[in-house]
């Protein structure tokens, strides 16, 4: 994003905007003034970073991008919707409509915006499209109202208190439809994406990647439409060459610092999988065509976006990333002899060096009838003794089972949160093509 400088804003709870919790007096928006919750405040306490601030703006950015992508795919409301409370025990997994979903990720994104700090004066956007003129001063207002005059375009009924307005708010004179209202919501969310960047460009460094890394992994799927060839929302756009490389040196720049090393390169090695399918499925898009597979595209896209909740997990919900390596991904991991020679390679060429010496120099001592009891006896001399050996042998034997034991962990780890990419149907007669291959 482009800098674009702009004043500090107020309080997030300021005269104008009539949404903001109560808890939200006192946030500061743009700027951050006096009394307000730093972002990029990175105190230390026990002389250790503090990088709560950093874990907010990853979760704001985040949620940017869910947000952003629940309401531009949000359709028009079916007929005939259940009336009343659903029936218990409820389906943890689908209560809720698209709607519903919708509602949850907008209220998520401007509760998290209030605590980071980043709900700022709406005066202050850059605006790329005419905004709206209302009576909202900060942006987590606004937000609410544009969802909620949305909703109401696409004929999603009731939902104004939901969203945080009173009756005769929720039915105002302004009444557009569903285009309107997603270019208004496309221009507003541009412009307050572009003004958190300036914002949080000015904290402490790894701020802004933070919010940069949430919101490029998020939008993986949520911006993803994937039908498309090319473009802002096709599969080359989100995960080509330029912008996977980026997102691999945000995961560096972040890692040990904000996220845990296996983490990163968990997300790493199945950004790499998903890459490598984005790249198959570009140059197999004829056959695809050619073959009338072309659900093919949507069923890969339902299972990039259980890849992106397990991206969430790891990023947003504090997950333990041990947990993720169940028994059968070690035990197939621990089937793998490349560990021992990947990562013990230099040890295994010196060893062999030795040991071809060490037989060298006998074979001369034998066939040249020379008494190799004087050499034994120097060695024995020094300590060198054949149960000092042995007990050389048992602790570097020791050192190198528990290092391979943590390779063969890591290498679990960094498999067990990644939803492989489904093969690619080839033409008829043809085999599948698994990614990579």
């Known amino acids: 994003m482009s800098g674009q400088g702009s004043t500090p804003g107020s309080t997030a709870g300021s005269a104008g905007s009539s949404h903001a919790p109560p808890d939200a007096t006192g946030t500061s928006g743009k700027g951050g003034s006096a009394g307000s919750k730093a972002v990029g405040g990175g105190a230390a306490q026990d002389g250790k970073a503090d990088n709560s601030s950093k874990h907010a703006a990853l979760r704001v950015g985040w949620m940017m991008a869910e947000a952003r992508g629940n309401l531009l795919r949000l359709g028009k409301a079916p007929g005939g919707l259940p009336q009343g409370f659903p029936a218990l025990p409820l389906d943890a997994a689908g209560e809720r409509t698209s709607c519903e979903q919708t509602v949850e990720a907008v209220k998520v994104l401007a509760n998290l915006a209030i605590e980071a700090g980043l709900d700022l004066e709406v005066s202050t956007l850059t605006k790329p499209t005419k905004l709206p003129e209302t009576g909202e001063a900060t942006t987590s207002g606004l937000l609410r109202l544009l969802t909620w005059r949305r909703l109401r375009a696409l004929d999603w009924k009731d939902l104004g208190p939901t969203l945080g307005f009173a009756a005769d708010e929720a039915n105002d004179s302004m009444h557009l439809g569903a285009e309107e209202t997603k ?233 067990a949160p990644t939803r492989d990419p489904p093969p690619i149907p080839r033409h008829r007669g043809s085999p599948e093509r698994v990614p990579g291959d």
């Open 183 to 415: 270019e208004q919501l496309e221009g507003f969310l541009w412009a307050w994406d572009e003004a958190i960047q300036d914002e949080l460009a000015a904290q402490e460094y790894g701020t802004s990647s933070s919010y940069q890394l949430g919101r490029g992994l998020a939008e993986i799927y949520w911006a993803l439409d994937p039908d498309a060839r090319s473009g802002p929302e096709s599969w080359e756009k989100l995960l080509g060459d330029e912008r996977a490389t980026a997102l691999r040196l945000l995961l560096d720049r972040l890692s040990l610092t904000v996220l845990p090393s296996v983490s990163a390169s968990a997300i790493e090695f199945a950004l790499g999988k998903w890459e490598q399918f984005a790249k198959d499925l570009l140059d197999s898009w004829e056959a695809v065509e050619k073959d009338g597979s072309q659900d093919f595209r949507a069923e890969a896209g339902k299972d990039l976006k259980i890849q992106v909740k397990k991206w969430k997990d790891l990023l947003l919900m504090a997950a333990d990333f041990t947990d993720f390596g169940d028994l059968e991904t070690i035990a197939d991991a621990s089937r793998s002899s490349r560990h021992i020679f990947a990562f013990y390679l230099p040890e295994i060429v010196v060893g062999a060096v030795a040991s071809g010496a060490l037989g060298v120099c006998l074979y001369f001592l034998v066939s040249s009838g020379t008494s190799y009891q004087a050499p034994l006896s120097a060695l024995s001399a020094l300590g060198l003794t054949g149960s000092v050996g042995v007990g050389i042998i048992k602790s570097f034997s020791q050192g190198v089972t528990n290092r391979v034991h943590a390779a063969t962990a890591l290498d679990a780890v960094k498999k």
